[in-house]
């Protein structure tokens, strides 16, 4: 049985990571577990029931949120006509929260591939951007996997949330508590940010008292199809073999 207790994310992109009301939120959703548990206690095989509690992304609080497109049309990547609607670019970005993903017009122009790498990587000695990197496509599938109809990858070394919109004529924005990509915090980044998730596993699949203290998360879909007596074939993650009781994982 999957349960997915999602009212946590909502509050940390209203209030921020480490607030009263992000505690009070993690309460309520300790009180729902508990109602599982008791529930499996009274009427379901406790003994045999193996529970894993596990999170999809962690979440950084916002300092900045940067208009990325508003940025662009000012150094001339992107034409407006007078309606403000997009006459054509050179490069244009999609927000993921704390990354962006940089679109070119032509990626089959070297030339304008080129200019459009360049004015990136200039943003890396910018005081309030500060990217952190600029990755191409074929760098992005090699460190992170991450493939699409993109042709950059950036991301601030600040915690610069980037907004794609173009109605802000403004280069820098405000938070809008709430909102997935600039509120109060948010995700969509590299990761290996300070602020990660959480993976706990109990019951008979798996040993006890064993700690990990990283892992990746592309490996919890194979662990827990093993702990199932199942096999998942030309995937990116392994069984984590560390955790698992070999005796009594396909029960």
């Keep these: 049985m999957l349960v997915k207790m999602c009212d946590l994310d909502s509050v940390r992109h209203t209030y921020g990571v480490y607030t009263e009301e992000t505690h009070e939120q993690l309460r309520k959703h300790d009180q729902e577990f508990g109602v599982l548990l008791e529930t499996i206690r009274r009427y379901g095989d406790f003994e045999n029931t193996n529970f894993v509690i596990l999170g999809d992304h962690g979440q950084t609080d916002v300092e900045d949120v940067l208009n990325i497109n508003r940025l ?7 034409k407006l006509d007078e309606a403000g609607n997009v006459e054509s670019f050179e490069a244009f970005g999609h927000s993921t929260g704390l990354a962006c993903l940089i679109e070119v017009g032509d990626p089959g122009n070297a030339d304008q591939l080129q200019r459009v790498r360049n004015y990136l990587e200039s943003l890396k000695a ?8 600029v990755l191409d ?3 992005a599938k090699a460190e992170y996997h991450l493939e699409g109809p993109f042709d950059f990858v950036i991301e601030s070394d600040r915690n610069v949330s980037f907004s794609d919109r173009l109605n802000n004529t403004e280069i820098w924005a405000s938070r809008e508590p ?10 969509g980044s590299r990761p290996d940010r300070v602020e990660t998730t959480a993976f706990l596993a109990c019951g ?3 040993k006890q008292g ?3 203290d990283q892992a990746n ?3 919890i879909a194979p662990t827990l199809a093993e702990i199932l007596g199942l096999s998942m074939q030309n995937c990116d ?6 955790i698992i009781n070999p005796h009594e994982s396909k029960r």
Excluded: S
Aim: glycine share 14%.
């Design 237 to 242: 993650g392994e069984p984590m073999k560390g």
């Design 72 to 78: 662009l049309v000012r150094e001339g990547f992107i």
């Design 204 to 206: 008979p699949g798996f």
């Design 210 to 212: 064993v700690v990990i």
């Design 217 to 219: 998360m592309v490996d």
């Design 178 to 187: 709430g909102d997935h990509k600039i509120g109060m915090a948010t995700h």
């Design 126 to 133: 910018d005081p309030n951007i500060k990217l952190r990197y």
């Design 137 to 139: 496509k074929d760098q």
